[in-house]
């Protein structure tokens, strides 16, 4: 699944949050924002603008009604504004002075208030909430919240506010957008957070919200898997970040000239990674103290550091050492497949993995080449170097062992039965070690898949209510056995809802899942056993969620991701491949049994 849905995908609405960074609010003044005209050139500081409301929100109509006052307080949460100051006009001096949207928790809602005789009261469904440290979470909570209307100085006024911000759904869709930042992996590459911004039309005012939570450093949740290279006590010495003829230009204060060439190049790749994504940022130029510093991606002949010169080495996407294949197993033997070529013969080597006799179940393979495999009736986990080279035995002794997965660090991660009860083993030198899973949830886990960069794992867990996908950070203590913490579920139903027609049936079924991307999953799913399965994507935060359209005679039952090209692949029960097109699933090899992108 590749960029917009095909035609006859359903498109379910999506959760989207916004995360209101502390930063943002924090700067002085307002922030301009352009209304007209191509954005070649951007200066900043922007000059202060004159109330920063906008068009849509209104203050209070003298002698407004009861139920307008209601409707045009929950507008105004709606459109963000610095402090908010429209919105407090509809409410009471003392509800105004106690209440803190910028701070406090907020809440995204699909309903809408209702009058019964005198009373006002806001209903319907909290499809998520933020955090003060504005994570993002789920919710399906039941909605009520009566709203207190009283006169002051002769004008209805609310009197009581629950909470921060209160946002409708479809306000998140339309005016905010999602920006990962990165951090620095355990497993040496850069890891994507998202956040979400106000739709800004300066990307200048863009840029200077993403560095500064930046420099606020990692969220909470990813902390046992994440470092930063900021220096602690760093900020931004000017009111915001600057951008000329594609120059972003990020000046900061603290000891950053204590950070020695490396650290340096660190800073500037996680720099680098968050401002790319914005069209109008061609390079990066870091200041410290109030002059420019070289860095070892800095462009020949100046300082600035362009976009394309960061080292694919923290590329969250590890680079292949070969050409991307698809690796297949078709009778027990394993080869290799060209995706992009329509209905070809796998390539079989004549001796390794699958042609030493012993038939291989499934198959797994990581960018630099190294393959995993389950033989002997799923008793056994096997690795070689490559699919044509002997393979030695990591692990053996056990049972159901589920398809294996390898790490860009060619770590080897397996999930089987041994002493009652199933176990996670990961292997780097040939030998396997229990990994920690307390933190996961009672279950039996029926799927995982690490994410590209190597700092998570999404799982497919079964229990007694049906299947759950949920994400967890990998923790590698050193001297220490890995562990997983930080399990966080990503519950699909309130992403799943509509705001036209009943509400989407509870997916209770899940097959396979992959990584689409460092920021992405993609799911195998179905609304109950027998249906065929559908491919849903989920943003890793479950802010949002679309699924495809099921296919008359398609039932896709495994799945895999080429991650540089964004391609997704399915094995369907009918053991053909599919690759996709955009627009259709186009058909690559059949009899084949299982099968494996790198990752």
């Keep these: 699944m590749t960029g917009s849905p095909r035609r006859g995908a359903t498109l379910r609405t999506?959760?989207?949050?916004?995360?209101?960074?502390?930063?943002?609010?924090?700067?002085?003044?307002?922030?301009?924002?352009?209304?007209?005209?191509?954005?070649?050139k951007v200066q900043g500081p922007q000059p202060a603008c004159e109330g920063c409301v906008d068009v849509a929100v209104a203050p209070p109509a003298p002698g407004a009604a009861p139920a307008d006052i209601v409707n045009g307080f929950l507008r105004a949460n709606a459109n963000y504004q610095p402090g908010y100051a429209v919105a407090k006009q509809y409410l009471t001096t003392g509800a105004a002075e106690k209440w803190s949207p910028e701070t406090d928790d907020a809440t995204i809602y699909s309903g809408r208030p209702e009058t019964e005789g005198d009373q006002i009261t806001l209903k319907g469904t909290v499809v998520g909430a933020l955090d003060k440290e504005r994570t993002f979470q789920t919710r399906d909570d039941d909605l009520e919240m009566p709203f207190q209307l009283v006169r002051e100085s002769g004008e209805w006024r609310i009197g009581n506010v629950r909470g921060g911000l209160w946002i409708d759904d479809y306000s998140f869709t339309s005016r905010y957008a999602s920006y990962p930042l990165y951090f620095l992996g355990d497993a040496g590459a850069l890891v994507p957070s998202s956040i979400f911004l106000p739709q800004l039309r300066?990307?200048?005012?863009?840029?200077?919200?993403?560095?500064?939570?930046?420099?606020?450093?990692?969220?909470?949740?990813l902390k046992d898997a994440v470092t930063t290279a900021v220096p602690a006590g760093t900020s931004l010495s000017a009111d915001s970040v600057t951008i000329t003829d594609g120059t972003a230009e990020v000046a900061l204060t603290g000891p950053l000239q204590q950070l020695d060439d490396a650290q340096r190049g660190e800073l500037a790749a996680q720099l680098v990674w968050t401002l790319k994504q914005l069209s109008s940022v061609q390079k990066v130029l870091l200041?410290?103290?109030?002059?420019?510093?070289?860095?070892?991606?800095?462009?020949?002949?100046?300082?600035?550091?362009?976009?394309?010169?960061?080292?694919?080495?923290?590329d969250p996407v590890p680079t292949l050492s070969v050409k991307e294949p698809l690796v297949v197993v078709r009778d027990g033997r394993v080869g290799q497949v060209d995706p992009q070529t329509t209905t070809p013969d796998p390539a079989f080597a004549s001796g390794g993995l699958g042609g030493d006799g012993r038939p291989v179940g499934t198959v797994a393979v990581s960018a630099s080449g190294t393959t995993a495999a389950v033989t002997d009736r799923r008793t056994v986990l096997r690795r070689a170097s490559a699919v044509g080279v002997d393979?030695?035995?990591?692990?053996?002794?056990?049972?159901?062992?589920?398809?294996?997965?390898v790490s860009r660090l060619d770590e080897v991660w397996a999930v089987g039965r041994r002493g009652g009860g199933q176990r996670m083993w990961v292997s780097t030198d040939g030998r396997a070690e229990e990994v920690?899973?307390?933190?996961?949830?009672?279950?039996?886990?029926?799927?995982?898949?690490?994410?590209?960069?190597?700092?998570?794992?999404?799982?497919?867990?079964?229990?007694?209510?049906?299947?759950?996908?949920?994400?967890?950070?990998?923790?590698?203590?050193?001297?220490?056995?890995?562990?997983?913490?930080?399990?966080?579920?990503?519950?699909?139903?309130?992403?799943?809802?509509?705001?036209?027609?009943?509400?989407?049936?509870?997916?209770?079924?899940?097959?396979?899942?992959?990584?689409?991307?460092?920021?992405?999953?993609?799911?195998?799913?179905?609304?109950?056993?027998?249906?065929?399965a559908t491919v849903t994507r989920v943003s890793d935060d479950a802010a949002s969620v679309e699924t495809d359209a099921p296919r008359d005679g398609f039932d896709p039952v495994e799945l895999g991701v080429l991650l540089r090209t964004g391609t997704a692949v399915v094995r369907t029960r009918e053991d053909r491949v599919f690759r996709d097109d955009g627009q259709s699933w186009s058909p690559v090899v059949g009899h084949v049994d299982a099968l494996a992108a790198p990752s």
């Excluded at 209101?20 to 924090?26: K, N, W």
């Excluded at 500064?212 to 969220?219: F, K, V």
């Excluded at 590209?452 to 759950?468: I, K, Q, Y």
Aim: proline share 11%; hydrophobic share 45%; charged share 15%.
């Design 202 to 221: 300066n990307p200048a005012s863009v840029a200077s919200s993403l560095v500064a939570a930046l420099l606020a450093g990692p969220p909470d949740r």
């Design 436 to 532: 920690g899973t307390a933190a996961l949830p009672g279950g039996r886990v029926r799927a995982f898949r690490i994410s590209p960069d190597g700092a998570r794992m999404a799982l497919l867990v079964t229990d007694g209510s049906g299947t759950h996908v949920g994400t967890a950070l990998i923790r590698r203590p050193e001297g220490h056995p890995a562990e997983l913490t930080e399990w966080q579920l990503l519950d699909l139903r309130g992403a799943l809802s509509t705001a036209e027609g009943p509400p989407a049936e509870p997916i209770t079924d899940m097959l396979d899942l992959a990584w689409a991307d460092p920021t992405s999953l993609l799911v195998l799913t179905r609304q109950r056993r027998g249906d065929p």
């Design 14 to 40: 999506p959760v989207l949050v916004v995360l209101l960074l502390a930063a943002l609010l924090l700067l002085p003044g307002c922030v301009s924002i352009p209304t007209s005209g191509p954005v070649e």
């Design 287 to 314: 200041v410290a103290g109030g002059s420019p510093i070289k860095v070892p991606q800095s462009e020949v002949g100046g300082l600035a550091v362009p976009v394309s010169t960061v080292s694919s080495v923290l």
């Design 391 to 405: 393979p030695a035995v990591v692990l053996d002794g056990v049972r159901d062992l589920l398809r294996p997965q």
